[in-house]
């Protein structure tokens, strides 16, 4: 995927905190998307839709999926995942939305982050770790590790260490910035820093949780 894919993806992460007003973790995934008037479901408690409009077999081989249905968005969701990989998934699709893939044909793969992913399911992937791991309050609490990562955003501990490996290129090109401009790589954007300051309060409260002895 080049880089103006993944800076679109990225960007459209913080332009959803950023309309949202989101200003602490865990992000509350089904809140965020019923704001936008999408209609989300578990699967059970869309199985009688489901059936009408054929769509078991979606339900049989992903955790989730969106599909239009009129002129109505949907998501629907497996609720026997835990709700760490429910969050994800759900938010996997809601970037599929804002990112215009959504049709009457419905979405077809929703699985745990891969680096053997196509660039469509990797923007939606992008999006979804990016509203709910964004980049600068890891940064500002100085998180590395998968394990605080997933307890801190409540995702799952398979998402949490894709999103571990992007954060250590991140923190390994702050030290270049430093060495050789002076500055930090993290906040050059406006939207980022717009971002940052919504959750300052956030983190704070939460710092000393997360302080290297």
């Not at 949907?74 to 804002?98: A, K, N, V, W």
Request: include cysteine; aromatic fraction near 10%; glycine fraction near 4%.
């Amino acid at each position: 995927m080049n880089y103006k894919k993944y800076q679109q993806s990225r960007d459209t992460g913080w332009e959803t905190l950023i309309k949202q007003n989101i200003r602490s973790l865990p992000v509350k995934a089904s809140m965020l998307v019923k704001k936008e008037g999408i209609l989300l479901r578990s699967y059970a408690q869309g199985r009688d839709l489901l059936t009408e409009m054929g769509l078991m077999q979606s339900m049989a081989n992903n955790d989730g999926f969106s599909v239009r249905i009129g002129q109505t968005c949907y998501i629907f969701y497996d609720e026997t995942c835990t709700p760490q990989r429910s969050r994800f998934t759900i938010l996997h699709e809601y970037g599929h939305i804002l990112r215009g893939d959504v049709s009457e044909t419905p979405t077809f793969r929703n699985r745990e982050p891969s680096e053997k992913d196509g660039d469509i399911e990797t923007q939606a992937n992008i999006i979804a770790s990016r509203i709910l791991a964004p980049a600068c309050v890891l940064w500002a609490l100085d998180i590395h590790a998968a394990e605080d990562i997933a307890s801190l955003c409540d995702i799952s501990l398979e998402s949490a260490k894709w999103r571990a490996k992007r954060m250590e290129l991140l923190y390994a090109r702050e030290k270049e910035f430093i060495a050789t401009r002076g500055k930090s790589c993290f906040l050059l954007s406006p939207k980022e820093r717009a971002v940052y300051h919504q959750f300052l309060p956030f983190i704070e409260q939460v710092k000393d949780r997360y302080r290297r002895c």
